[in-house]
């Protein structure tokens, strides 16, 4: 059987970074087949390991090229953190909500001046900042107490509403809807409130 990469993916509750991990493990004839090692390709014959990586409203013909080495593949579940830099981004800003395509690849030497690739394709949706934006609706409303206009509250409680949709979206992996609903929900975050201070 042939290694069946794995990849994993997790935004930082900032939403600066993205942390990528190998799944993929060692192999072992009943628990991980795909895994790496005899009979399986082995981590020496890797040549290189990239992923290929389009934004949400990134353009599918230009993807950004990251190289996971030396970091990734790793048959220990090895860990690369990626910055908004590594995506062609502003140095520490946001990572956008949204679609992520990716493409995994791994080139092998199988010797005698002969390679082979090895791809994984995922998509994966990212709702960090809509997250962060309904988690501030909230603080709002704790932190104005007695004196604090309904319209923040029920504005919090539709926040919360529109976040769980659109988990539920990208969970059914349907991009046009989460973006509509992230657009949606950008709106009411910077809606202004009235709400003011007891003292």
């Given at each position: 059987m042939a290694v069946i990469p794995k990849l994993s993916f997790c935004n930082s509750k900032d939403c600066l970074r993205l942390q990528i991990?190998?799944?993929?493990?060692?192999?072992?004839?009943?628990?991980?087949?795909?895994?790496?090692?005899a009979p399986n390709d082995t981590l020496l014959t890797v040549i290189s390991a990239v992923i290929k990586v389009v934004l949400p409203d990134g353009d599918p013909l230009t993807p950004?090229?990251?190289?996971?080495?030396?970091?990734?593949?790793?048959?220990?579940?090895?860990?690369?953190?990626?910055?908004?830099q590594d995506f062609n981004l502003t140095t520490d800003t946001a990572l956008p909500d949204g679609t992520w395509i990716i493409d995994y690849e791994i080139i092998i030497n199988l010797g005698g001046g002969s390679t082979k690739l090895i791809t994984y394709h995922t998509e994966i949706t990212?709702?960090?900042?809509?997250?962060?934006?309904?988690?501030?609706?909230?603080s709002k409303v704790s932190k104005?107490?007695?004196?604090?206009?309904?319209?923040?509250?029920?504005?919090?409680?539709?926040?919360?509403?529109?976040?769980a949709m659109m988990?539920?979206?990208?969970y059914c992996q349907r991009p046009n809807e989460v973006k509509d609903?992230?657009?949606?929900?950008?709106?009411?975050?910077?809606?202004?409130?009235?709400?003011?201070?007891?003292n």
């Amino acid at each position: 059987m042939a290694v069946i990469p794995k990849l994993s993916f997790c935004n930082s509750k900032d939403c600066l970074r993205l942390q990528i991990t190998d799944n993929t493990g060692a192999y072992d004839t009943i628990n991980n087949p795909g895994g790496w090692g005899a009979p399986n390709d082995t981590l020496l014959t890797v040549i290189s390991a990239v992923i290929k990586v389009v934004l949400p409203d990134g353009d599918p013909l230009t993807p950004i090229i990251i190289d996971l080495a030396p970091e990734i593949p790793n048959s220990t579940y090895g860990i690369k953190i990626l910055k908004s830099q590594d995506f062609n981004l502003t140095t520490d800003t946001a990572l956008p909500d949204g679609t992520w395509i990716i493409d995994y690849e791994i080139i092998i030497n199988l010797g005698g001046g002969s390679t082979k690739l090895i791809t994984y394709h995922t998509e994966i949706t990212l709702v960090c900042n809509a997250g962060n934006c309904v988690n501030a609706m909230f603080s709002k409303v704790s932190k104005t107490g007695c004196d604090c206009d309904t319209s923040l509250i029920r504005n919090a409680i539709d926040g919360y509403g529109i976040l769980a949709m659109m988990q539920y979206s990208a969970y059914c992996q349907r991009p046009n809807e989460v973006k509509d609903l992230g657009i949606w929900l950008d709106k009411l975050c910077k809606t202004k409130d009235s709400c003011f201070s007891c003292n």
